[in-house]
């Protein structure tokens, strides 16, 4: 049996998966990125669980089982290079060559991606993005991502960084970013700029038991404040995609991660935000969709679903 | 010898050009696009001058001439479907099948865009964009277009019309757009925008007299509200195309067409405004250039280069 391996590097937790051909992740195992300030070190025991997992596996499906090779998702993983690069977020520092590190143990196939590039490609490969030719991902979360698929290739433009969308500048002098500019998507749609939304609308200070999710139950609750943070926030985003349209109308936009949950409150102000944004020429072309992998399992299968890159 | 026909379809003209493998236009004749609403009886009068560039052209070489194909640069030039599809500026109304129409009189290979699109692909294929894989042609005009070439092949999307990033909206609730919404680019950076920011900033309304070459003009002389009038475009040109960059990380982004014409004044402020707006990551990896292609020969040079899309 053919099987890949994909892997979800954060700065806490590296998870790892093994991926059977058509997508469904029979094994799980998992280290502490944060216990690790050697790389070559981490490596090796990142190899032991990669060994562990396929030998158990040959044990369960008493065969011998082959191995198509090992994808990563990580922040600031460049897919040109297959290093990380000096991800602020995690423990070892400096360039990071997984591709080179790992071949020291075993010779296959190593493809390395940032997380949502790895997350559009999952959709692609076992999603609903299936047999599309052109489609974009974002992911909501403590920032805002994006991964674009074009003419069925993701795209990592010149520098292998490209679809950063979240780093579009959506307002001329707005909110101040973590990235040094001001007025980024991702200060208005990651889920602490929702929060901050919120705070913003009802005149309290931001504080920590003010979450995203929260403001999705008040929504469902039928809190206005928390409904007309909703709404801002699906203005907010059907500007950015229908922006995102004019570059490569695509198919299809997909939404995935831990804000977009909340459903509703959140889709019916962003699909009518989009249609008021969207050139008429693209009028009726794009749907914005939400991904259809498990929000457990979109970062192993994204990164195992790289290696199907042609 | 081997030629291509380039040809440059707009409301007024309609200007062909014979083309040399290496980009030379070595013979160029025009018919008037108005004079038409028979789409047939143009194809039939557009082929006749096509059979006189190639008879004059053998003529000349003394040996025949072997025809690559025939380009089109057109408002509303739809690549995938071969047809000009209800462009608003022509005298012929309805979908345009010219692939089909060509195809009753001369078996060769017929390729459409729209202008933008042209213009991109000839800046790659005979100016400054050889060998590039990610770049991005901007043109102010009348309005504003844009060319996007990823991983060296011009996006299309999945409706043929990618690409349109003079209708990214800069400004949400901005100037009011010919497109019927608000704040896109081209309200701002087109010489129709220029010539309005200018008219706002010295408080006089807008009049045929005032020009986006006439401020250009009064900017070279040191008139400091002319200055201003560029200042402000470069700044918002800058703020665009650094969010385009967020998208394909392209290696450059070229200008073209009259009002970019202007030079340092723009240029000068649009670079700082560029630099001010780029995320940091992608810091030094993008040049803002100008096309290296004649303005009287880019639209014929793009159409011509179409036929070399693989």
Not at 91 to 113: C, N, Q
Not at 228 to 235: A, C, H, I, L, Q
């Amino acid at each position: 049996m053919k099987y890949s391996i994909g892997v979800d590097l954060g700065g806490t937790n590296t998870d790892l998966g093994l991926v059977t051909e058509n997508g469904n992740i029979v094994q799980r195992r998992n280290m502490a990125t944060n216990a690790y300030t050697d790389f070559a070190l981490y490596i090796r025991d990142f190899m032991r669980e990669v060994d562990l997992m396929l030998a158990d596996q040959q044990a369960i499906d008493g065969q011998a089982v082959q191995l198509e090779g090992i994808g990563v998702g990580a922040p600031n993983g460049n897919f040109y290079t297959g290093c990380v690069d000096n991800a602020p977020n995690l423990t070892m520092k400096g360039v990071l060559d997984f591709a080179k590190e790992i071949h020291r143990y075993r010779d296959t196939p190593v493809v390395l991606s940032n997380d949502a590039n790895a997350a559009a490609y999952g959709e692609y490969i076992y999603g609903g993005a299936k047999g599309m030719r052109h489609f974009i991902m974002f992911t909501l979360g403590t920032g805002v991502g994006s991964g674009i698929v074009v003419d069925g290739r993701l795209v990592h433009g010149s520098t292998g960084a490209a679809g950063e969308l979240g780093h579009a500048i959506l307002y001329q002098h707005g909110r101040k970013c973590t990235c040094g500019r001001e007025g980024c998507l991702e200060t208005y749609t990651s889920a602490r700029g929702i929060v901050q939304t919120y705070c913003e609308l009802k005149g309290i200070p931001v504080s920590p038991e003010v979450t995203s999710k929260l403001i999705g139950e008040l929504a469902h609750q039928g809190d206005p404040i928390a409904l007309k943070t909703w709404e801002t926030v699906g203005d907010q985003l059907g500007l950015a995609m229908a922006n995102a349209v004019t570059f490569s109308a695509p198919e299809a936009i997909f939404l995935m991660g831990g804000p977009a949950q909340v459903g509703e409150p959140l889709l019916k102000p962003l699909r009518e935000a989009f249609d008021r944004y969207l050139l008429n020429i693209f009028a009726g072309s794009c749907q914005i969709r939400m991904s259809e992998l498990k929000a457990n399992e979109v970062a192993i299968l994204g990164a195992a679903a790289l290696l199907k890159m042609k």
